[in-house]
């Protein structure tokens, strides 16, 4: 048995089931545990279900516990201070390098991120079944913009801001996604087509407002899902973040020949390439320069 921990939003949240559909279909018994993590207030919503038509297997507490040996049985807890903890982890060594791993694991409570194609690409035809969204439940909003966007030569830009501004998080996302970054990957669709339109996502709305003009427009009035959905519909290409969000936004974009642009370094204290497998076409760095593919 494995039960695999959910942690973090809707991105991330996606890589995490990823892996557990993957397992289930080669046999796995395999859970996810989808509460600890969202019980504080202010934390990201566990909402997978409500976004997607899926559903998939919780854990059970008396597994949980039994894995994480974090049973509040008075005789466990006593145990515990005389003998110490004995969990049965599989903690994840870094978020974006594959783990084969994972695949041999057995009884264990494995948290991780997994972010990377090469966990999941064999089940790709059933995730694009999965993941998919209905317009029809979006705002009048959402789909005028889907119009717009099916309209015009779209490139989907996704800028992220919020936490990342924040200075706790500098040494990890710090100086990735530059002004330069953003410039470079532009002027790159420019150079294919002056039409472009850029259609920008971001969580810092008042900074986007004053970024935009006529050929880059900023999506607002939107939800966290009909933003993912947007971005997927970009058929002129994708610029991203270093964000797990922007990543599905472009993998979601079915076109077998799309252009998507990543930063050149995805987190500053990994050297991890495996979040650009299966996806990257062009990578380019924080001074705007190529750094190939």
């Known amino acids: 048995m494995l039960i695999?921990?959910?942690?973090?939003?809707?991105?991330?949240?996606?890589?995490?089931?990823?892996?557990?559909?993957?397992?289930?279909?080669?046999?796995?018994?395999?859970?996810l545990e989808d509460t600890i993590m969202y019980e504080k207030a202010g934390r990201h919503d566990n909402r997978l279900e409500s976004?997607?038509?899926?559903?998939?297997?919780?854990?059970?507490?008396?597994?949980?516990?039994?894995?994480?040996?974090?049973?509040?049985?008075?005789?466990?807890?006593?145990?515990?201070?005389?003998?110490?903890?004995?969990?049965?982890?599989?903690?994840?060594?870094?978020?974006?390098?594959?783990?084969?791993?994972?695949?041999?694991?057995?009884d264990c409570y494995a948290i991780g991120y997994w972010q990377s194609q090469r966990y999941f690409e064999e089940i790709e035809a059933i995730l694009r079944q999965e993941f998919r969204f209905d317009f029809m439940k979006f705002s009048?909003?959402?789909?005028?913009?889907?119009?717009?966007?099916?309209?015009?030569?779209?490139?989907?830009?996704?800028?992220?801001?919020?936490?990342?501004?924040?200075?706790?998080?500098?040494?990890?996302?710090?100086?990735?996604?530059?002004?330069?970054?953003?410039?470079?990957?532009?002027?790159?669709?420019?150079?294919?087509?002056?039409?472009?339109?850029?259609?920008?996502?971001?969580?810092?709305?008042?900074?986007?407002?004053k970024f935009a003009d006529g050929k880059v427009i900023l999506v607002e009035g939107t939800s966290a899902e009909e933003d993912l959905a947007l971005m997927s519909c970009c058929g002129g290409g994708h610029i991203l973040a270093n964000s797990s969000f922007s990543w599905w936004g472009a993998w979601l974009d079915a076109a077998e020949d799309k252009t998507v642009i990543m930063p050149s370094k995805w987190l500053n204290n990994s050297d991890g390439q495996d979040i650009y497998y299966g996806l990257c076409s062009l990578k380019i760095d924080a001074e705007g320069k190529e750094a190939g593919v």
């Open 51 to 106: 976004v997607f038509p899926l559903t998939y297997e919780r854990g059970n507490n008396k597994d949980y516990n039994r894995l994480t040996d974090s049973s509040l049985l008075p005789w466990q807890r006593i145990r515990r201070k005389l003998f110490g903890r004995k969990e049965k982890l599989y903690q994840e060594k870094d978020a974006i390098t594959f783990e084969q791993e994972i695949f041999q694991a057995e």
């Open 4 to 31: 695999l921990r959910m942690c973090g939003g809707l991105g991330n949240q996606m890589f995490q089931y990823a892996l557990y559909r993957t397992l289930r279909e080669r046999g796995k018994e395999v859970y």
């Open 140 to 209: 009048d909003q959402a789909n005028c913009y889907k119009k717009q966007i099916e309209e015009a030569r779209a490139v989907s830009l996704h800028v992220r801001r919020g936490d990342y501004l924040q200075e706790k998080f500098a040494s990890l996302y710090g100086g990735i996604c530059t002004e330069e970054y953003y410039c470079s990957a532009m002027d790159y669709f420019r150079q294919q087509d002056p039409d472009t339109v850029f259609y920008l996502f971001t969580d810092d709305k008042a900074w986007g407002r």
